[in-house]
């Protein structure tokens, strides 16, 4: 089974940026359709970006034209790269792996994004 770390978030301005990364350790990466979700306070889980393991990916709305999610499978890590941000996209975001066929899911533990108005 696959362990998720995420890592990169803290606190930015409106209109700035932010890259969080996912390392995973324990499998590899390829092995995952991998994806990043966000929770806000009183709110549910959500989705915010999906990477296929054959590389399509997935934007919600919210975020399109916005955001990057990545993977390095030299480092195996995968990466979302956020760009003009918002006060609304303060939220826990959390990256997931899915196995191909969706039989079983890990989470990360989470990294706080809260952007400042």
């Known amino acids: 089974q696959v362990q998720l770390v995420e890592s990169g978030g803290g606190l930015v301005q409106a209109g700035g940026s932010l890259r969080l990364s996912c390392a995973a350790s324990?499998?590899?990466?390829?092995?995952?359709?991998m994806g990043w979700y966000r929770q806000a306070p009183g709110k549910q889980r959500e989705l915010v970006a999906y990477?296929?393991?054959?590389?399509?990916?997935n934007y919600a709305e919210s975020v399109k034209g916005r955001c990057t999610i990545s993977r390095d499978y030299t480092k195996n890590t995968m990466y979302l790269k956020m760009n003009s941000l918002k006060p609304e996209d303060t939220a826990v975001y959390y990256c997931?792996?899915?196995?191909?066929?969706?039989?079983?899911?890990?989470w990360g533990q989470g990294t706080q994004v809260t952007v400042s108005s």
């Open positions: 990477h296929t393991n054959s590389g399509l990916t």
């Open positions: 324990g499998s590899p990466l390829s092995f995952y359709h």
């Open positions: 997931k792996a899915d196995t191909v066929g969706g039989s079983r899911e890990y």
